[in-house]
């Protein structure tokens, strides 16, 4: 197929471009005019897939990039990401998130024969919100809790809407925590692991919430199940592995596994610098329940958590 990422510069969207090339389909990706763009995030991969210059947050500029490129996929994962940054930038992330949604859908409207594409959209486990303590279904109401999760639940909905009323053909996938990232330390799980190769104390500041935590690949697979089987079409579905940990417990595995000294951990309290958010937003439980994809797509999780954090530890220490 002839795939179009936006945000291929980002985590999910850099591996996936790895993916559909290593499987032979033809990429494009779209790629702001910034100075200081890391092209380094997409390796090998860079003189496979053909970057077009465009800005997902203008609907012209996403207009012509999907006339440049013509894909047979739009995977839509641009977005502004970092909860807490959302609170300081509420408008911003309205901007990139929901505007940029309904530009991609909307453009992708324009193309020709386009009830013969389709537009697999990154949505977010954080849309559900404060809800309980068992895994999270589609079918619960959203209460977002952040500026960046209602910016997530605004566009989820709003291609739901278009799904129906416009005719769009595509699917929403609302994705757990993922982990295996290369170049960005800042998030739990590569940030807990960098620290604690280097032997330094590390801060976890809300060490009893739980999470689900799954590995890049597993997340990639769920979109190319979702592009390729007909039965994912105008559905939501949810990924992650449905098993959650306590962000101590997740310390303290990869502390075991690294043999790093437990008492350097400052628990409770964040880094000096980090971004505030209002104490009622923070989520305790935030686990999904993934029973309709493993049913529909026949996607499951290949790595466990212990499995996919020795893959994560592993590439790290080639680095150190």
């Known amino acids: ?105 909307h453009a992708l409207l324009e193309l020709p024969d386009s009830k013969k594409r389709k537009l697999i959209a990154a949505s977010t486990a954080e849309v559900y919100g404060i809800q309980g303590n068992e895994p999270l279904k589609e079918t619960l109401a959203l209460k977002p809790s952040s500026p960046y999760a209602v910016t997530k639940a605004a566009a989820d909905l709003y291609l739901q809407m278009m799904f129906n009323s416009f005719d769009l053909h595509g699917t929403v996938m609302r994705a757990t925590n993922s982990y295996g990232r290369k170049f960005e330390k800042n998030f739990i799980v590569e940030y807990l692991i960098t620290q604690m190769l280097k032997g330094e104390s590390l801060y976890i500041g809300a060490p009893d919430s739980v999470r689900d935590y799954m590995h890049v690949d597993d997340h990639v697979n769920a979109y190319m199940l979702a592009a390729k089987k007909p039965k994912g079409d105008r559905q939501v579905y949810n990924i992650g592995t449905g098993v959650g940990v306590t962000n101590r417990q997740l310390a303290e595995l990869i502390a075991k596994k690294l043999g790093y000294d437990t008492k350097k951990i400052k628990f409770g309290s964040y880094p000096p610098g980090y971004p505030l958010r209002p104490i009622v937003s923070d989520q305790p439980y935030l686990v999904l329940d993934a029973t309709k994809i493993k049913k529909e797509l026949q996607w499951s999780p290949k790595y466990s958590l212990s499995e996919g954090l020795d893959k994560t530890i592993a590439y790290f220490r080639k680095g150190k």
């Open 1 to 105: 197929m002839r795939a179009f990422i936006t945000g291929i510069l980002g985590f999910i969207g850099s591996n996936l471009a790895d993916r559909l090339v290593s499987d032979g389909n033809d990429v494009y990706g779209l790629v702001r005019r910034v100075a200081n763009r890391n092209l380094d995030v997409l390796g090998e991969t860079i003189k496979d897939v053909t970057l077009v210059s465009g800005d997902i947050a203008d609907y012209a500029s996403t207009r012509n990039a999907l006339k440049i490129s013509n894909p047979d996929v739009v995977f839509h994962l641009a977005a502004l990401s970092p909860v807490r940054d959302s609170f300081e930038r509420p408008f911003e992330y309205q901007q990139a998130n929901f505007t940029g949604t309904m530009n991609a859908a």
